[in-house]
């Protein structure tokens, strides 16, 4: 299938700095594909580039299959039917809903009148036509600004830190809801976000960028599963780091050995885990669980630290072995008490290697 969007090899410079490097994409129709990264990664600028306010220095932008902005191709930004949704695009105060839905259609008001109905219905705001703006809670407000931006029947919508405005109660559900919404009309959503959650949440794929560049793209449960690197895994949740030396293709950690297949001789490598796939075991008189090949050796910790934090308890220790620090969340059910002794297992199948 011809992607709705298209990016090849987009290159972005600002006086001789490179903000974007070799970025290509595509997004589907009715797909929704998150830009995620820190802040100063070029995320915006990818996005500008797209909507055509900015051009980059080298690349191409394909629209179903056509070429909308090139070397020799520039297509003005309301020629390329794009919708926007950014966080600061404020609805104009002094026109009612109706008047900011219908906003970026050309017919007459009669012409439109049905249109604008159709959409406030979809967007859960039938009724609201005649309020203006300050009438309007923050979720309500960004549903109107939905509408407009779906009003001319973008092909692709882009959407620039869209929630961040909202409370943390109403965002999930708009969130949801303007998912929903933009999945029914077919568009293909290009989403830029510095949240991992957010993106997690709304994505059918996640391009993840560091300074610039795309450094993994895939569907969420693979990029948190399979990271490319440790701050890959870093991006999407604390993570414990053992730091180790590779030789015949084993490292020795408090844990027992780890294979670490393709590292060389002397290397060092980092054995990256996330803090809910450690396991926690009491002590029974001086021992922990037996060691499995799924789990391999338990190693004995002291809780230095142990916080309630609602659902889970985080839980901080400090290795008996090495004095090394590890953390570890489990059910909020179990507090130990500082100084505790407890044994702790790695879930092997939950641990990255990556050299260090
Ligand atoms: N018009 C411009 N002139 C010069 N440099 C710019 C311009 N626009 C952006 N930059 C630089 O390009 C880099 C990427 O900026 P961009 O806004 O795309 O990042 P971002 O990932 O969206 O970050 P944020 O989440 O903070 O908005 C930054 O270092 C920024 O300072």
Known sequence: MTPRLELKNICKEFAGRQVVSDLSLSVAPGQVTCLLGPSGCGKSTTLRIIAGVEHQTSGEIWVDGKLISGDDVRVPPEGRS?????????LFPHLSVAQNVAFGLTGSKADNTPRVGELLERVGLSGFDDKYPHELSGGEQQRVALARALAPRPKIMLMDEPFSGLDDRLRDGIRDQTLSVLKEAGTAVLLVTHEPHEAMRMADEIALMRGGRIVQQGNPYNLYNAPVDKEAAAFFSDIN?????SNGALTDT??????????????????????????????????????????GTPARAVVTRARFMGRESLVEFRMESDGSYLKATVPAVFLPNEGTTLWLTMRRDRCFVFPA
Do not use: C, W, Y
């Not at 780091?241 to 030396?245: A, D, L, N, P």
């Not at 590292?263 to 009491?282: S, T, W, Y």
């Open 82 to 90: 794009i919708g926007l949704m950014f966080q600061d695009f404020a």
């Open 241 to 245: 780091v053992i730091r180790g030396q």
């Open 254 to 295: 408090p844990f027992g050995q780890f294979l670490t297949p393709g590292h060389a001789d002397g290397g060092a490598v980092e054995i990256v885990i996330r803090p809910q796939h450690l396991k926690i075991d009491f002590d029974r008189s001086g021992h922990g669980p037996n060691p499995t090949p799924q789990d």
